[in-house]
């Protein structure tokens, strides 16, 4: 597609619950970002992909995190058991490979934990 | 680890003010700089970056100096538009492996007519 898009741009869950956010980049970018930002700081590293696997998860902040990349081009990032601390903006990036950080960002999925 | 200190905001200008803003990092090695931008109910755009030291990125009247020696990368513009309200977010590349950004913490602008 022409951009990065991830779906949903709003989701609200319950403490306890499980959640999947969506990303789709944009067609050819074989490396895939995943960031997380709170409210009113910068968005945090949480997982890379390169194709299907992921080249370093060093940034998920604990066990209930999980991303996968199937096919080496949509993307899931998975929530379980979600906590009022997940609330943030998830942020997905792609781009091809070998390109200097010439990430492009999507607009970003709301995440909010009630 | 690596980081990034943004000056704090929000920072209020009027129309055709000049602009500074102060961003100093600590890294290992000598890290890409890049500066980002989010419009609001926009996503993330990359506005300038520079990728070793006395490089000077530049874009859309914008500009920042790689300075090893004071670890700085300041933004500035001569004459700042409403239409330059907005966050924006200095940033590091680490690059081990997966080329990951290590952002400051953002400084919102607010352009006044």
């Known amino acids: 597609g022409a951009g990065v898009s991830q779906t949903p741009s709003n989701k609200v869950t319950e403490k306890g619950k499980y959640v999947e956010l969506r990303c789709d980049p944009i067609?050819?970018?074989?490396?895939l970002y995943w960031y997380r930002q709170s409210l009113g700081q910068g968005p945090e590293f949480l997982i890379y992909f390169q194709g299907t696997g992921a080249a370093d998860d060093s940034g998920l902040p604990n066990d209930r995190f999980f991303a996968v990349r199937p096919e080496g081009s949509v993307s899931t990032l998975k929530i379980q058991r979600t906590e009022r601390g997940d609330s943030a903006v998830y942020l997905c990036?792609?781009?091809?490979?070998?390109?200097?950080?010439?990430?492009?960002f999507g607009s970003g999925t709301r995440l909010t934990v009630v | 680890g690596n980081s990034v200190t943004q000056m704090e905001g929000p920072v209020t200008l009027s129309e055709e003010a000049f602009l500074t803003i102060n961003c100093t990092y600590t890294?290992?090695?000598?890290?890409?700089l890049f500066w980002y931008v989010q419009y609001p109910g926009e996503g993330l755009q990359l506005l300038l970056k520079?990728?070793?030291?006395?490089d000077k990125g530049s874009n859309k009247g914008f500009e920042a100096t790689y300075r090893k020696e004071t670890t700085s990368f300041h933004l500035e513009k001569g004459s700042v538009q409403v239409s330059d309200s907005a966050v924006y977010f200095c940033a590091l590349g680490e690059f081990q492996g997966a080329q990951k950004l290590v952002f400051g913490q953002g400084t919102r602008l607010t352009i006044n007519p």
């Open positions: 990036a792609s781009s091809r490979l070998g390109a200097n950080y010439g990430y492009t």
């Open positions: 890294a290992t090695g000598y890290p890409s």
């Open positions: 520079a990728t070793k030291a006395d």
């Open positions: 067609s050819g970018h074989t490396a």
